[in-house]
């Protein structure tokens, strides 16, 4: 069962000293934080109202991140009843802080906040935007491309696909084309796909579609890009974005949150057909995300009061500060890993500097070193990486997250670490930059 490893787990401080000092300062680090927190409460009368999270390795994979403090106490909220005045209250704030996080001010979209993973956000999408037999067109730039095909075509969507190379994005000319032969229903477009950390461009992209398509919807698959990417829902017109709780906007996974346009909206109450799914239904949840926004007790399947109350807190923190501000440390955070794994001399999937992703970054290997090489090295520094998943590249490349508070916490040195640990993990391999 995974666990947090204590400061005397052999695991991390058992290792060679050489592969082993970040690490074990990392935890050394935690440990003596939570000495000199549990030392100032001696003599208080009161608990403290936040707990230290135990030592624990960095994780710095494209999602789940590591949470703030704040976000992990949420989760030990007290039991609930989930229609009572305490917990809708907190519900229809979190909706409408979501307005908020989308930048759109319009009342007629529509949140929604449904216990699932961000999969599920694809199910909501091809289960009420588009009934069998309509098309679909499906920019893909790696594997949530792919597999946002496969669930459309599951529900019986007719699906044209526009794949970009490896490391790179469908043109617009691509995109145009496929518009004027053929009346598409939706168009989808994962803006940050992880498993090549290939960013899509999105506002050019929506113009072009309502130029040229205009009845065509425009949905956004942005799991990983909410809360680390611009996305001017309002401004540029854009019909439904789907996204999770786990990844930037910092939360536990557990929750599918997506926003829909009055436009989106008005699509499924046209359908000549039933929706597709029950429990992802528009009919069964938009009433009740509206009675909850509007402060009102309502019922159709249980939500996890724990995880709203952790998603609420963690999109408080998120909206203290302008959402400018946020994008642009992604965005340096992001310049700083690039630069440090040229330096290394390295490369990243994504080829071009406007395809590259501000919150992670997918790093190809030196030839002479694997996935099963470096990635216990690194976790043995107190770091954790993820493996690639691209089909066409899966064992060639390892995925760093840069994102949520270990980009932006000034008190955290998680990409530091990680860096550093990168550097000593692949000269223990045999690397060399050349």
């Given at each position: 069962m995974p666990r947090h490893p204590s400061p005397n787990d052999p695991s991390i401080t058992n290792s060679p000293s050489s592969s082993s000092s970040v690490g074990s300062n990392r935890i050394s680090q935690v440990a003596r934080h939570l000495s000199s927190s549990a030392t100032s409460l001696k003599g208080q009368s009161t608990p403290p109202t936040m707990s230290s999270q135990p030592p624990h390795p960095a994780l710095l994979i494209p999602g789940p991140i590591e949470f703030d403090d704040a976000v992990l106490q949420s989760m030990s909220h007290y039991s609930e009843s989930h229609v009572g005045p305490g917990f809708v209250a907190t519900f229809g704030e979190t909706l409408t802080q979501l307005r908020q996080l989308f930048q759109s001010t319009d009342p007629a979209a529509q949140p929604f906040i449904i216990s699932g993973s961000g999969t599920l956000g694809w199910d909501l999408v091809a289960a009420n935007l588009v009934e069998a037999g309509e098309s679909a067109l499906v920019l893909s730039t790696g594997y949530f491309g792919d597999g946002f095909a496969d669930c459309l075509r599951t529900y019986g969507a007719d699906v044209t696909k526009i794949d970009g190379p490896v490391g790179g994005r469908p043109s617009l000319e691509e995109v145009e084309a496929a518009l004027s032969k053929k009346k598409y229903k939706i168009l989808t477009v994962t803006h940050v796909d992880t498993s090549t950390g290939v960013l899509s461009e999105l506002k050019n992209l929506t113009a072009t579609v309502k130029r040229v398509s205009p009845e065509t919807l425009v949905i956004v698959d942005g799991v990983c890009s909410v809360a680390c990417e611009e996305i001017a829902f309002d401004a540029w017109g854009l019909d439904g974005v789907v996204t999770a709780s786990q990844k930037a906007i910092g939360c536990p996974a557990g929750l599918s949150i997506s926003f829909f346009s009055a436009k989106a909206i008005e699509a499924f109450n046209s359908r000549k057909t039933p929706p597709a799914s029950y429990f992802a239904s528009f009919k069964n949840?938009?009433?009740?995300m509206k009675n909850y926004e509007a402060k009102k007790p309502s019922y159709f399947a249980t939500p996890s009061p724990q995880l709203i109350h952790a998603l609420n807190t963690a999109l408080s923190q998120i909206l203290t500060r302008p959402l400018a501000e946020r994008f642009q440390k992604h965005a340096?955070?992001?310049?700083?890993?690039?630069?440090?794994?040229?330096?290394?001399?390295?490369?990243?999937?994504?080829?071009?500097?406007?395809?590259?992703a501000h919150a992670m970054t997918a790093i190809y290997l030196p030839e002479n070193v694997t996935i099963p090489?470096?990635?216990?090295?690194?976790?043995?520094?107190?770091v954790i990486f993820a493996g690639g998943i691209h089909k066409a590249i899966a064992t060639?490349?390892?995925r760093f997250g840069h994102m949520g508070v270990s980009a932006l916490d000034p008190n955290r040195k998680d990409i530091d670490l990680a860096l550093d640990a990168l550097r000593s993990g692949l000269s223990e391999c045999g690397y060399q930059k050349a």
């Open positions: 949840w938009a009433p009740i340096e955070v992001s310049d700083r890993v690039k630069k440090a794994v040229k330096d290394l001399g390295l490369e990243v999937v994504a080829t071009k500097p406007e395809d590259q090489d470096i990635l216990p090295k690194l976790s043995t520094k107190g060639k490349y390892i």
